[in-house]
């Protein structure tokens, strides 16, 4: 569970009637590993008080209108509280576990004064076996305006040390010894695996970029499950819109493109007679 404290001064200009946030259903870890990950809303306040909000799609997410649009807002300061429950934020490695969290995200148009983020740990753990440390910057930057310590057992508090410029941000890692948060299991990794390849072909990312897209999302969950049907079921799917985007190419005399595709095909079947007759 996160709870996101926002504190805001408004003068009427760019902050008019409230505030938004967007939320990735996608990411990349520092290891190259992509996660598909859900979020539940649990509660959205402002000063304290439930507030209008409402939700838009992105092609990453969503996107958290917190506000009245037929409300303006008083030049003042204002504080937001966004509760929500997620999925998937654990790396669990040979060695260790790992969180890896970007606490502010990078998309605000706004100077950030002061970022602080506690992470509570379900069991206290001896800060010998536990290391920590983040980055501050824009996305991909190793910065580091910040401090970290210890508060007790199992609560570890980061902070900048200066303001943030508009579209920096600040991204934590804390690691622990295996066994304190339970590993998902075998089910659970395939249920994940499996949407996390229908995403992947809703957004034609059949065969790349390498380590982000369907065929090989799916060839992880035939490893776990080599009998697995619906891993089978999303392998024909694949295929057949490789199959349709060739087609679509073809039509358009765009001949290396179609031939690319009928080949990515062949690629995940490579007794497909339908698409070898193609090329």
């Not at 304290?48 to 838009?56: A, H, N, P, V």
């Not at 209108?65 to 509760?83: A, M, Q, R, V």
């Not at 790992?98 to 800060?127: C, D, H, M, R």
């Not at 200066?162 to 010894?177: C, D, K, M, N, Y």
Request: proline fraction near 3%; hydrophobic fraction near 30%; charged fraction near 25%.
């Amino acid at each position: 569970i996160v709870i996101e404290t926002i504190k805001v001064h408004s003068e009427g200009l760019q902050i008019k009637r409230g505030i938004y946030r967007d939320l990735p259903f996608n990411y990349r870890d520092m290891y190259g590993n992509d996660y598909n990950i859900k979020f539940e809303l649990l509660e959205i306040l402002r000063d304290g008080r439930q507030t209008d909000y409402r939700i838009e799609s992105l092609s990453n997410g969503i996107r958290i209108y917190i506000g009245n649009k037929n409300s303006y807002l008083k030049p003042g300061d204002y504080t937001y509280t966004i509760k929500y429950k997620t999925n998937r934020q654990i790396g669990f490695f040979d060695n260790f576990d790992e969180l890896y969290w970007n606490v502010t995200g990078n998309g605000w148009g706004f100077q950030i004064e002061k970022a602080t983020t506690k992470v509570v740990l379900p069991e206290a753990v001896n800060s010998t076996y536990l290391k920590y440390y983040a980055n501050t910057g824009i996305q991909g930057s190793n910065g580091s305006n910040y401090f970290a310590k210890m508060l007790n057992s199992t609560t570890l508090l980061f902070e900048t040390t200066s303001r943030l410029q508009p579209h920096e941000g600040l991204t934590i890692a804390v690691e622990w010894p295996k066994g304190i948060i339970a590993e998902p299991t075998t089910e659970q990794n395939i249920e994940q695996l499996l949407t996390t390849a229908k995403t992947y072909i809703a957004k034609n990312k059949l065969t790349t970029p390498p380590g982000s897209n369907a065929y090989e999302t799916v060839k992880q969950i035939l490893i776990l499950d080599r009998e697995n049907y619906q891993a089978k079921n999303l392998l024909i799917k694949i295929t057949d819109k490789c199959e349709k985007i060739g087609d679509e190419y073809f039509s358009k005399k765009d001949y290396s493109k179609a031939i690319e595709y009928y080949q990515k095909g062949i690629l995940i079947d490579n007794n497909n007679d339908i698409l070898k007759n193609k090329l």
